[in-house]
């Protein structure tokens, strides 16, 4: 497949789908988006189904009485936690317990070290996007928790691709190319599938598509919403902040972190709030 190739074709997606093995949407979490996207919600049902999965059960819990939520004392129940997490952050707590149950078949210190960034990544984006006119915090941490998704289901397949990744890091080059360069696909690619597979918007995965390219800021719109756009910018700066709060190597690119700030309008002084804002928010889930 053509790095510069932006439409993927039939033939493509077949090659894809034989050659690595993307992992089916969990029923219960199908059942409890359904559930979720109704105009009235039935919150016992969403209860029921987290309750069903004790993972799940524990990552609500944790989230609503973490400090973000629990001020107002401490919740014991699958059902006081939907209470007071609202809808929207349950579906957010389902979909990152499926995702991370599905990331098997790798060394386990590795995973929790790649979830854990993930899930700050996610934690981070939502924050900035809440404060961008017209960007769903929800859908932000949704497209931060799957947008690079997919490095571990290529980790689990290609034997060298860990070493590729150290290469990347290392050598301070842009992974996606490298990609393209050994397999025969890229992790945006296979992220992209991997929520189609899912049943989530399609926004989600046109977003992770196009994550990487280097003209994405430039793309009509026809090929690129304005939409998804805004979840690459939101997910773009915040990778840079927590490059800098954490004092990491964070996959990114600093030219599409210059365009990003362009896009979303936001100043020196923007990214000096927001900086000390997600900082607090990293100090305040690791006391949680």
Same mark, same amino acid.
């Given at each position: 497949?053509?790095?510069?190739?932006?439409?993927?074709?039939?033939?493509?997606?077949?090659?894809?789908?034989?050659?690595?093995?993307?992992?089916?949407?969990?029923?219960?979490?199908?059942?409890?988006?359904?559930?979720?996207?109704?105009?009235?919600?039935?919150?016992?049902?969403?209860?029921?189904?987290?309750?069903?999965?004790?993972?799940?059960?524990?990552?609500?819990?944790?989230?609503?009485?973490?400090?973000?939520?629990?001020?107002?004392?401490?919740?014991?129940?699958?059902?006081?936690?939907?209470?007071?997490?609202?809808?929207?952050?349950?579906?957010? *707590?389902? *979909?990152?317990?499926?995702?991370?149950?599905?990331?098997?078949?790798?060394?386990?210190?590795?995973?929790?070290?790649?979830?854990?960034?993930?899930?700050?990544?996610?934690?981070?984006?939502?924050?900035?996007?809440?404060?961008?006119?017209?960007?769903?915090?929800?859908?932000?941490?949704?497209?931060?928790?799957?947008?690079?998704?997919?490095?571990?289901?290529?980790?689990?397949?290609?034997?060298?691709?860990?070493?590729?990744?150290?290469?990347?890091?290392?050598?301070?080059?842009?992974?996606?190319?490298?990609?393209?360069?050994?397999?025969?696909?890229?992790?945006?690619? *296979?992220?992209?599938?991997?929520?189609?597979?899912?049943?989530?918007?399609?926004?989600?995965?046109?977003?992770?598509?196009?994550?990487?390219?280097?003209?994405?800021?430039?793309?009509?719109?026809?090929?690129?919403?304005?939409?998804?756009?805004?979840?690459?910018? *939101?997910?773009?700066?915040?990778?840079?902040?927590?490059?800098?709060?954490?004092?990491?190597?964070?996959?990114?690119?600093?030219?599409?972190?210059?365009?990003?700030?362009?896009?979303?309008?936001?100043?020196?002084?923007?990214?000096?709030?927001?900086?000390?804002?997600?900082?607090?928010?990293?100090?305040?889930?690791?006391?949680?």
């Amino acid at each position: 497949m053509s790095p510069s190739s932006r439409d993927l074709s039939p033939e493509d997606l077949q090659k894809v789908m034989a050659t690595i093995d993307i992992p089916t949407c969990p029923a219960m979490v199908g059942d409890a988006m359904k559930e979720g996207q109704k105009d009235e919600p039935d919150l016992n049902r969403l209860a029921g189904i987290i309750s069903n999965d004790p993972g799940m059960t524990a990552a609500a819990l944790k989230l609503a009485n973490s400090p973000l939520f629990g001020s107002s004392g401490p919740v014991s129940s699958a059902r006081k936690a939907v209470e007071r997490l609202g809808t929207k952050n349950v579906l957010c *707590v389902v *979909v990152a317990s499926a995702l991370r149950a599905s990331i098997t078949g790798l060394p386990a210190a590795w995973v929790e070290q790649f979830w854990k960034r993930t899930m700050t990544l996610a934690l981070a984006s939502s924050m900035l996007a809440r404060r961008q006119y017209g960007v769903s915090a929800d859908a932000a941490y949704t497209y931060a928790l799957f947008h690079d998704a997919a490095i571990p289901l290529m980790m689990r397949r290609y034997p060298d691709y860990g070493a590729l990744l150290e290469k990347c890091r290392a050598e301070k080059l842009e992974l996606s190319d490298a990609e393209e360069k050994y397999f025969p696909c890229s992790h945006p690619v *296979v992220g992209s599938l991997l929520v189609r597979n899912w049943g989530l918007p399609p926004i989600l995965a046109q977003a992770i598509r196009f994550h990487h390219d280097k003209e994405a800021y430039d793309l009509p719109e026809r090929t690129l919403p304005g939409s998804a756009l805004s979840l690459i910018a *939101v997910t773009h700066v915040a990778e840079q902040l927590l490059s800098e709060i954490l004092d990491e190597d964070i996959e990114g690119d600093n030219a599409l972190f210059e365009r990003a700030l362009g896009f979303l309008g936001l100043s020196a002084d923007d990214l000096d709030e927001l900086r000390h804002r997600v900082a607090e928010a990293i100090e305040s889930a690791a006391r949680g």
